[in-house]
């Protein structure tokens, strides 16, 4: 049965990625949007390295893994394709999970081809592997599941979900020690940081070329795991939700 399970959630993984890669919604805020806020951030200030290539894997895993449900999951509202998922034999959770695991490979392969231009134009070597794979892989995976609760909101329009989602992605990135070092913050904003799951990919990723860990590798990954399963678990019953009023 879980195999079953697996296998189905797989299929629609393998059929977002040859349909919504490509689509306007998922380009713009997936790929162009970080790098634009990536360029408007870095240039014409004197950053080293250590600072900026961060920044760069940090914001494009935070936008491209958050972006392919907004856009799949209301164009298949408008189809009727999502609710006919649901009537073949696949729990809802399975149709979920193959969504998110689209939105993580995504997330994933966008996030490796920038940053490893990132570090061969810095030259800036990986100094720990392990801190780097697990940082981008885990928050590829929680921003994919942020995306997917987002796409709860009963629309046909990916417009209308994106909108809100970015009222959302946007004050995370202020309070994540992304633009303001997290040892220059007050404590509250310390406290709030600690609480933003962009606060934690970046301290992954720092500790993953070398640089010293602000809360600590072991709670960077606590809190990357229970933003996973929030996320999972408030969007299946978000989604349960809108699928008993329709």
Do not use: C
């Amino acid at each position: 049965m879980l195999l079953d399970e697996l296998r189905r959630s797989w299929a629609i993984t393998i059929k977002d990625m040859k349909i919504y890669y490509l689509r306007p919604p998922a380009l713009m805020f997936g790929v162009l949007f970080p790098v634009a806020l990536f360029f408007t951030f870095s240039i014409g200030r004197s950053m080293p390295p250590e600072r900026l290539l961060p920044v760069l894997a940090a914001q494009t895993v935070f936008w491209s893994a958050s972006s392919i449900g907004p856009t799949a999951i209301p164009l298949e509202r408008r189809t009727r394709t999502f609710e006919r998922f649901l009537s073949a034999p696949i729990s809802l959770i399975s149709v979920l999970w193959g969504k998110m695991m689209a939105g993580f490979l995504f997330g994933l392969g966008i996030t490796t081809l920038a940053t490893g231009i990132g570090v061969v134009w810095a030259s800036q070597p990986v100094l720990n592997p392990l801190a780097f794979a697990i940082g981008i892989m885990l928050s590829a995976m929680v921003y994919s599941a942020m995306g997917i609760l987002f796409a709860s909101i009963p629309t046909g329009s990916p417009g209308e979900v994106i909108i809100p989602l970015n009222f959302v992605r946007i004050p995370l990135m202020f309070v994540s020690g992304m633009f303001i070092p997290l040892d220059q913050m007050p404590k509250i904003g310390v406290y709030a940081a600690f609480l933003s799951p962009l606060s934690h990919t970046l301290d992954l990723i720092r500790l993953g070329i070398g640089r010293p860990s602000y809360f600590g590798s072991l709670s960077n990954i606590g809190v990357l795991i229970v933003w996973l399963l929030a996320f999972l678990f408030v969007g299946q019953i978000f989604h349960k939700i809108i699928m008993k009023r329709e």
